[in-house]
Structures are given as C-alpha cells and as structure tokens.
C-alpha cells in the first residue's frame, strides 16, 4: 500500500521558518514526480511547488518563489519543504502528493498520490 506522510508543520511567527518532510512508502518512487499544494480555510487547494524524480527540474508558485525550497532524498524516499520568511497568508494545510511522470505538473488531477496533510500556521 503506496502512502505518503508529511511531518513537519505547526506554529511559528511571522517572519519564521518550518521544514516540512514527506516520506514515501510502499514503493520506490523512481520516475514520481513529487509536489506539494496547500488550502488554506475557506479556499481550494492550490499548487505550491513540485520537484522531478532526480531533483533537476523544480517548479515554484509565484506566492513562494524565492521563500521556499523543494529538494528530495531519493534514497530515503522523502520530499522536503523548506519555507522561510513566512507570512501569515502562508497558513494553510500542506499535502504532500506524487504521479509518475517526468514533466512537471501542476494541476491537481494529475497526481494519484496524497498524503494526509499537516497544518501550518503563521502568526502576525
């Protein structure tokens, strides 16, 4: 059973920074493409960044460009999120999700995989 499980969220301040990880398991995710979306409370889902299998091809939001950093362990099977200076609009929960592929998605249909979320909250 393929599953995805993010770890990492919580409560930081404005300004701050979180590391969010998330572990596959149940298979070897070569040739997965890996990615992460948010929804933040009385929104949609929404594409944050995803990464390619060999960590060569990202893609970024525009709202994160430059604050967040996607990169992977392949070994280890874990995608990792690094947000830094971050913003109260920022506050949402992350999902963790993957589909095999090379080329970079973004619309969330195209991933078979989610994880179950976790929640991060930025104060003001």
């Known amino acids: 059973q393929v599953q995805l499980v993010e770890s990492g969220g919580g409560l930081v301040q404005a300004g701050g920074s979180l590391r969010l990880s998330c572990a596959g398991s149940?298979?070897?995710?070569?040739?997965?493409?890996m990615g992460w979306f948010r929804q933040a409370p009385g929104k949609g889902r929404e594409f944050v960044v995803a990464?390619?299998?060999?960590?060569?091809?990202?893609y970024y939001a525009d709202s994160v460009k430059g604050r967040f950093t996607i990169y992977r362990d392949t070994a280890k099977n874990t995608v990792y999120l690094q947000m830094n200076s971050l913003k109260p609009s920022d506050t949402a929960v992350y999902y963790c999700?993957?589909?095999?592929?090379?080329?970079?998605?973004?619309?969330?249909?195209?991933?078979?995989?989610w994880g179950q979320g976790t929640q991060v909250t930025v104060s003001s």
């Open positions: 999700a993957a589909y095999y592929g090379i080329g970079i998605l973004i619309q969330m249909n195209a991933y078979e995989y």
């Open positions: 990464i390619s299998w060999s960590g060569g091809s990202t």
């Open positions: 149940g298979r070897t995710f070569s040739n997965y493409v």
